[in-house]
């Protein structure tokens, strides 16, 4: 699976997926996008985009994109806090449909 993590997300948490190709959105310089050019852009190339960003069904029409969407739910954004929940996050990733949002977390 191909999967990229949104900025709101620490680097830390790539290798913790493991069996999956995982990049950030920092390392593929799109970082400025904003969400709708950000899933144009992933859609070209990933599965799957992970992101903390509670707003981002709201705001964005998901249904039609070839791009799973899964979204964290966590204290915070701190890789002690992301750690519990990659047995999940891991499992949803198998299982995550495209054009839909799937929840991980608390």
């Known amino acids: 699976m191909r999967v990229v ?21 920092h390392s593929r310089r799109w970082s400025d ?16 985009f992970v992101t903390m960003d509670q707003s981002l069904r709201f705001q964005q029409n998901l249904r039609g994109r070839t791009l799973s969407v899964v979204l964290v739910h966590a204290r ?21 449909v495209r054009g839909e949002v799937s929840h991980v977390g608390v």
């Open 33 to 48: 996008l904003d969400d709708g050019a950000l899933l144009a852009a992933c859609e070209r190339e990933y599965d799957v």
């Open 76 to 96: 915070s954004n701190r890789l002690s806090d992301l750690e519990p929940i990659v047995p999940q996050l891991l499992s949803v990733l198998q299982t995550a």
């Open 5 to 25: 993590l949104d900025g709101n997300l620490p680097r830390g948490l790539a290798p913790l997926l493991t069996d999956h190709v995982v990049h950030t959105i």
